[in-house]
């Protein structure tokens, strides 16, 4: 069973894969306009 400490961290890889994407999103609708 995963730690907490490994629970965080997967959150964290998960939330910081989430901002990646929104970032690359945001950066494409910016190039559409």
């Not at 997967?10 to 494409?28: D, K, Q, S």
Request: aromatic share 0%; charged share 45%; net charge positive.
């Amino acid at each position: 069973r995963p730690s907490k400490e490994e629970r965080a961290a997967a959150i964290a890889a998960r939330r910081a894969e989430l901002a990646a994407e929104r970032a690359a999103a945001r950066a494409e609708g910016e190039d559409a306009r």
